[in-house]
């Protein structure tokens, strides 16, 4: 028996747009992935999120699910076209009914409510007349509708995290141009990213000046990351992976610890690189309680030693001319749905770089999980690859924690089937089934050996 300790979150988590549905209902407005699936091309089969799960329909159903398998925690992200129709203005009274009803029915069923309030879905107009995240004005925009939430919701929610995954925005929305809002740029990655560490850092600093001691809560980050491997012994492939993970994280996590971006990236960058404002450093640095993080996979790094070749195997390399980075993965590891590498060690590796770069911090796991092509039969879905995945996971988890990592908390990806974004319906991440035609939602094994997992507090 491996036991976690006493205190230690178990808890499963979405997103909005991809559970949500009701896409244009409650005087929701439209967001920028309302529009991109609408781009022939753009999205796997031309599907959308504009029903997805029903969850917006089914909330209270989802909630006795939640509450049948034990969860201590649900993490779900807001809206931001929900309570901001055009992204400014007042709030929209319908959205902060929804999500007030929603945070009161977990709370109802003794579910740590953990809420996002930013998972991708930026409000249209924004995107539309102010170019998204580009405008630095955008900062002030996100602080104001993080302000809405934290007055409306922050009386009941005591953990919020701002941004989910800035990398992805960046790097995906603006640079390869695969999510919304699908720009492909070698500069504007860095803007965006810019943009999006300023927001975080303004809507912390509401959080902490206006409500943190009267309401108790704590505010954090997410950011993704997978392990960088070096390839070889070499001292240029062991550099070459430190440098990816620093292209990766520390462009995100440096600032909000540091205060400033990685040297690596000032030195390769450049100009493309914005500079943080003295006001702007001083918001950032230790703009966070805890360390979010989603894990998903490992692939090796190796030295690109003449910067000609490119990426051999698709992955989360960011802009690799800037990085000189190679990145592979050995044939014998077994891979998900999603050709991503299944490598335990690698999440233990990372943990342990994050305690070692920023001094310990508290650190969730806020997204961990696989994508299996299984399916139901007769009413049942077996599921063992997925229940052997976390295992792995979870053992190496409880590994770094022997090691001293500070690691609080594990929130498994995804709660039930969703809408994966440019995949579509395809990727079954979830521990729920969800037929997408019928809306019926059957618990996979993993769902009930994830179950007894936090009954027992071991497995």
């Not at 999120?49 to 917006?56: K, S």
């Not at 009914?97 to 929603?102: D, G, I, K, T, V």
């Not at 594990?410 to 035609?437: P, Q, T």
């Amino acid at each position: 028996m491996k036991a976690f300790p006493e205190k230690f979150l178990w808890g499963s988590a979405t997103s909005s747009y991809q559970i949500e549905g009701a896409w244009n209902e409650g005087g929701k407005g439209p967001s920028i992935w309302d529009a991109f699936c609408t781009v022939p091309g753009r999205v796997a089969r031309g599907e959308s999120g504009e029903v997805a799960c029903d969850h917006y329909h089914r909330f209270k159903d989802d909630v006795k699910l939640m509450k049948n398998i034990g969860l201590h925690a649900y993490r779900f992200s807001i809206a931001w076209a929900r309570i901001q129709p055009n992204g400014r203005g007042k709030p929209n009274p319908d959205g902060i009914r929804f999500y007030s009803e929603l945070i009161d029915e977990l709370l109802a069923n003794d579910i740590v409510p953990w809420v996002t309030l930013y998972h991708w879905d930026l409000p249209l107009a924004l995107q539309m007349e102010n170019d998204g995240w580009l405008n630095p004005q955008i900062a002030d925009d996100f602080a104001a509708y993080a302000d809405i939430c934290f007055e409306h919701f922050g009386d009941r929610v005591k953990n919020w995290i701002t941004l989910n995954e800035p990398w992805v925005v960046s790097i995906l929305g603006y640079g390869q141009g695969v999510f919304a809002p699908g720009r492909t740029s070698n500069s504007e990655p860095y803007l965006a990213g810019h943009n999006l560490l300023r927001a975080h850092a303004y809507a912390v600093d509401i959080y902490r000046r206006k409500y943190q001691a009267k309401q108790g809560g704590q505010i954090g980050i997410t950011n993704n990351c997978d392990w960088r491997e070096p390839a070889t012994d070499s001292q240029e492939d062991k550099e070459a992976a430190q440098r990816a993970v620093e292209f990766f994280l520390a462009w995100f996590a440096d600032p909000v610890y540091c205060g400033q971006y990685p040297k690596v990236m000032v030195a390769r960058v450049k100009d493309r690189l914005p500079s943080f404002s003295d006001k702007d450093k001083g918001l950032l640095k230790n703009s966070t309680d805890f360390f979010g993080l989603n894990h998903y996979a490992t692939m090796l790094a190796a030295n690109n030693t003449n910067g000609s070749r490119k990426t051999e195997v698709y992955g989360n390399g960011g802009l690799s001319e800037d990085q000189d980075v190679l990145l592979t993965v050995k044939k014998e590891w077994e891979k998900t749905d999603m050709h991503w590498a299944i490598v335990p060690w690698g999440c233990r590796k990372l943990l342990e770089w994050i305690d070692d770069r920023y001094g310990r911090p508290p650190i969730y796991i806020t997204e961990n999980g696989c994508a299996f092509p299984e399916g139901p039969v007769d009413g049942k879905v077996d599921d063992q690859r997925r229940v052997d995945f976390l295992k792995g996971y979870l053992s190496e988890c409880n590994q770094a924690i022997a090691n001293g990592v500070d690691l609080r908390g594990y929130f498994l990806w995804s709660f039930m089937d969703n809408f994966e974004w440019a995949s579509g319906y395809s990727k079954r991440f979830g521990i729920h089934y969800v037929d997408f035609e019928t809306q019926e939602r059957i618990p996979k094994a993993s769902a009930f050996w994830y179950a007894d997992t936090i009954r027992n507090n071991g497995f």
